[in-house]
């Protein structure tokens, strides 16, 4: 954290201001009949790992509240992330319930979930999915954790998606950087990247542990960026920002030249008054937005992307994983094309918009020269 202290570059944006939670809640349309901001966390002291600002179900009070975050691990009651914009359905996430050996249960943290369920009047059924192993899942009841019975929630399935833990993701990425650097075997390359399993794994986000020295770092934010990745290769145009865009982010994960990655929750960034004392990554970016956009995005307005999570169509991110073996490593920089690339769209539109004026002159023209000399014609606007 003292470099990024130390790093005090001026830059014409000030990203602190980028993400306002309040305001990120408002643009999906919250809060609503169902749904309401609550500042039950505000102090933290709710749950310490939670941001101060969160968004419950309308009708459930403070006090059941309270008694959720008892029976969830670290009080990470269910919260909303996400709704859709027609359905309402939403995504919520949470930890483990405190069921324990003997199947502890808690009427209100059933009734919360069942309030979530009952806030999408379209669905009649709540899916839970467990990121763990079933086996973990099951293992972790023994010391005091576990997982939603249905037999206890109503109207809920428990789908488990089987992530390997911490120490096979590590693994996996170990394996990877062995076959990549500094010797590639070119006989070889698909059955040792197959081997690594990293893109099986990639299919599943994987989990993190309490432990934070350097060997036992979670790769799970590399997975998700990795991920969001393979999302531009099969929808090259639904995305506003390039592959330097991503690159950018994970090199400065670890380079502690910005503050946004310091810490581990908002309670200890706002401590250490983060946003004060250091460069905010966002501040960098956006004063520089031409580097990171992509030239061939097109705006659908409510487009669903529907990706495919097979194997087949997943691809090892060469150019992140890669870039640094000089045999691999391109000729030319994509980004550069990418800046060009930008640079023949806006003169492209500039055209584009000149002919529309022409366009729009040329039928106000001929309408007034037809027009009666006693009679006035109102201006005729042409779009193309």
């Not at 401590?271 to 956006?286: A, C, G």
Request: hydrophobic content about 35%; proline content about 5%.
């Amino acid at each position: 954290p003292l470099f990024a202290v130390k790093y005090k570059e001026n830059y014409p944006v000030q990203g602190w201001k980028v993400y306002d939670a309040v305001a990120e809640y408002k643009r999906q349309g919250l809060p609503n009949e169902s749904w309401v901001i609550s500042k039950i966390n505000n102090n933290y002291e709710l749950c310490d790992t939670y941001p101060s600002t969160v968004v419950v179900p309308t009708s459930v009070k403070d006090d059941d509240l309270c008694k959720v975050a008892a029976f969830r691990s670290r009080g990470r009651i269910p919260v909303l992330s996400w709704i859709h914009p027609e359905s309402q359905a939403t995504i919520t996430r949470c930890s483990q319930p405190l069921v324990g050996p003997n199947d502890k249960r808690c009427k209100e943290d059933e009734k919360y979930l069942q309030t979530i369920m009952d806030a999408n009047a379209q669905s009649h059924k709540l899916i839970i999915f467990d990121a763990r192993q079933s086996s973990v899942a099951d293992a972790s009841k023994a010391k005091g954790g576990g997982y939603e019975s249905e037999s206890a929630y109503s109207n809920a399935e428990l789908i488990f998606l089987e992530i390997h833990n911490i120490h096979v993701m590590r693994e996996s990425l170990r394996k990877l950087k062995d076959v990549v650097y500094p010797v590639i075997d070119e006989a070889k390359w698909l059955s040792n990247i197959d081997s690594t399993h990293w893109l099986e794994y990639i299919r599943r986000v994987g989990h993190g542990d309490e432990n934070h020295a350097d060997a036992d770092r979670s790769p799970i934010f590399l997975q998700f960026i990795d991920c969001v990745w393979q999302m531009t290769k099969q929808f090259p145009a639904a995305f506003e920002f390039n592959e330097l865009f991503l690159l950018t982010i994970l090199d400065h994960l670890y380079s502690c030249l910005f503050g946004t990655f310091l810490y581990n929750s908002e309670q200890q960034r706002m401590k250490e008054d983060v946003q004060k004392n250091t460069v905010s990554l966002w501040s960098y970016i956006n004063s520089q937005l031409e580097e990171f956009t992509n030239p061939f995005y097109v705006n659908y307005e409510n487009h669903i992307l529907y990706p495919v999570a097979s194997l087949r169509h997943l691809e090892l991110w060469v150019n992140y994983y890669v870039r640094w073996n000089p045999r691999m490593r391109p000729q030319l920089p994509i980004h550069q094309t990418y800046k060009e690339l930008l640079g023949v769209r806006a003169e492209l539109q500039k055209k584009v918009e000149e002919l529309q004026r022409e366009v729009s002159n040329m039928a106000v023209s001929s309408s007034s020269e037809r027009a009666s000399p006693t009679h006035s014609v109102s201006p005729v606007q042409t779009t193309v």
